[in-house]
């Protein structure tokens, strides 16, 4: 990896029109690859939770708990029952699923 910065830091210095002999080339070659390396640490992102994989994982979640849910049975996945006595009518949530018309497991 030192002959990669090396030459980096040669063909930077040549544009610029530096002169440097070949022992400062390496010296500042090892400081843009120690530089490098500490990159992460210095800014945060080894440290920081990255924002899109938190996302993932609690979207992930939800998913595997919208799959595991069942339609409930005392409502047929209505969320209300409807009870009719002759004329009259009677409409109330489900008290076993409390109106959602699901249950999770």
């Keep these: 990896m030192t002959d990669y910065w090396k030459e980096c830091v040669s063909e930077a210095f040549d544009e610029a029109q530096i002169k440097a002999s070949d022992n400062q080339i390496a010296t500042v070659a090892e400081w843009v690859s120690s530089a490098h390396e500490y990159y992460g640490m210095a800014h945060g992102h080894e440290c920081i939770p990255n924002p899109l994989s938190e996302e993932n994982k609690r979207l992930t979640q939800e998913l595997k708990r919208e799959r ?7 409502c047929n996945g209505y969320g209300r029952i ?24």
Excluded at 68 to 74: L, S, T, V
Excluded at 82 to 105: A, H, K, V
């Design 68 to 74: 595991d849910k069942i339609i409930c049975r005392e």
């Design 82 to 105: 409807i009870t009719r006595c002759g004329t009259l009518e009677s409409e109330s949530d489900c008290f076993n699923c409390r109106g959602r018309g699901f249950l999770y497991t």
